[in-house]
């Protein structure tokens, strides 16, 4: 989805070279959201040469690049995008999320440099925005996650989830059961899952919520039987069968009705936000890992590859199983 339009800038060129430049910015972002990411970031890097105050082919630049695993370079382009578009909230979001994917990796004292960039872009994507829920949920992670002395803070972190609430309830539901989880009060997480799940049954949020939660427990037996009364109340549902196929895939359990379920899920068109095919066929390579079958694993890591080369736990399979 286009974040801000560049039909103004196409409207002022004068010139068709920089009619051109647009054209090709905006197939840059056509296969950025196909998730054919080395072709938008060649395309991009493209625009980007020929027209470096191009904010928006810079801005798709960097998530392309964050995509790809590259967050230190995603960063440079995103502060680029942001120095011709400082009121862009998005670009202050997506930026504040390549620093955050650097301190995921990074030792304390590189994370005690990073956390203060984190969290001033997360704030400044609110302050540009106060109805950005997803801005919201990155700055509440972040007053969880990071420590008292590098900004976190959870009584911050609520006011976040009352105002995330107070904008969509049922992802207000979810902020305030993942900070119940963070502070191991898992009855008060899934009772909260629980109200979400009755006042929109069927959203799959809720389920997701509360499945992760078991299978962070490894009780396995509990996640499936969310799963299963979903699947019951909304027995066409194709995100609730890719749930039931995750989870046959990380047990190891009903590896029959889970291949099924995600081979139904192939020839599904997933909508925003669902999962692509691509982790369709990773779940699948797991199951056939897990029976012993590598031939099948591999065949079907390969294939989640050649629809997004990004995917780590894909790269990783084939290594496992090669």
Same mark, same amino acid.
């Given at each position: ?11 002022? $060129?004068?010139? !068709?070279g ?7 910015? =905006? ?6 959201? $196909? *998730? *054919?990411l ?7 890097e493209?625009?980007?040469r020929?027209d470096?105050?191009?904010? #928006? ?5 960097g @998530? ?9 370079r ?5 502060e ?8 862009n909230?998005?670009?202050?979001q997506?930026?504040?999320r $390549?620093w955050g994917? +650097?301190a995921r990796?990074?030792?304390v ?10 969290r001033?872009?997360f704030?400044?994507?609110? +302050? ?5 829920? =997803?801005?919201? #949920? =990155?700055?509440m992670?972040?007053?969880? +996650? ?6 976190? !803070?959870l009584?911050?972190?609520r006011?976040?989830a009352?105002?995330?609430?107070r904008?969509?309830r ?6 305030s ?21 009755? /006042?929109?049954?069927?959203r799959i ?6 499945e992760?939660?078991?299978?962070g ?9 969310a799963v299963?009364?979903?699947? %019951? ?7 609730g069968c890719? +749930?039931?196929? @995750?989870?046959a895939?990380?047990s ?16 599904? /068109? ?12 990773? @779940?699948?390579g797991?199951?056939? %890992?897990k &029976?012993? =079958?590598r031939a099948?694993a591999?065949? %079907?890591?390969e294939?989640a590859?050649?629809?997004?080369? !990004?995917l780590k736990?894909? @790269?990783?399979g084939?290594? &496992?199983?090669?």
């Amino acid at each position: 989805m286009r974040l801000w339009a560049c039909a103004g800038i196409l409207l002022a $060129a004068l010139d !068709s070279g920089a009619l051109a430049a647009g054209l090709n910015t =905006d197939e840059g972002i056509r296969l950025f959201e $196909a *998730r *054919r990411l080395p072709e938008a970031r060649a395309t991009l890097e493209a625009v980007a040469r020929e027209d470096p105050r191009d904010a #928006l082919a810079l801005y798709y630049l960097g @998530r392309t690049l964050l995509a790809q695993n590259e967050p230190e370079r995603a960063a440079a382009w995103l502060e680029k995008a942001i120095a011709l578009e400082p009121g862009n909230g998005p670009a202050h979001q997506w930026l504040g999320r $390549a620093w955050g994917q +650097q301190a995921r990796d990074a030792n304390v004292f590189k994370q005690a440099s990073l956390a203060p960039k984190i969290r001033r872009e997360f704030e400044r994507a609110v +302050q540009l925005d106060a109805e950005n829920v =997803d801005a919201r #949920l =990155d700055l509440m992670e972040f007053y969880i +996650q990071a420590p008292g002395l590098m900004g976190g !803070s959870l009584e911050k972190a609520r006011v976040e989830a009352a105002e995330i609430g107070r904008r969509d309830r049922l992802r207000g539901s979810g902020a305030s059961g993942r900070i119940a989880e963070y502070e191991k009060r898992f009855d008060a997480a899934l009772a909260e899952y629980g109200r979400a799940a009755r /006042e929109f049954p069927e959203r799959i949020e809720p389920v997701v919520w509360t499945e992760n939660l078991w299978i962070g427990k490894k009780d396995y037996g509990r996640a499936f039987g969310a799963v299963d009364a979903f699947l %019951e109340r909304n027995p066409a549902s194709m995100p609730g069968c890719y +749930q039931l196929g @995750r989870l046959a895939a990380l047990s190891g359990e009903r590896g029959g009705p889970g291949v099924e379920c995600l081979k139904r899920y192939l020839v599904y /068109e997933p909508k925003p936000g669902e999962p692509g095919r691509a982790w369709a066929h990773v @779940r699948l390579g797991q199951i056939q %890992e897990k &029976r012993g =079958d590598r031939a099948a694993a591999r065949r %079907e890591y390969e294939e989640a590859l050649s629809l997004d080369a !990004s995917l780590k736990e894909a @790269r990783e399979g084939v290594k &496992r199983v090669s």
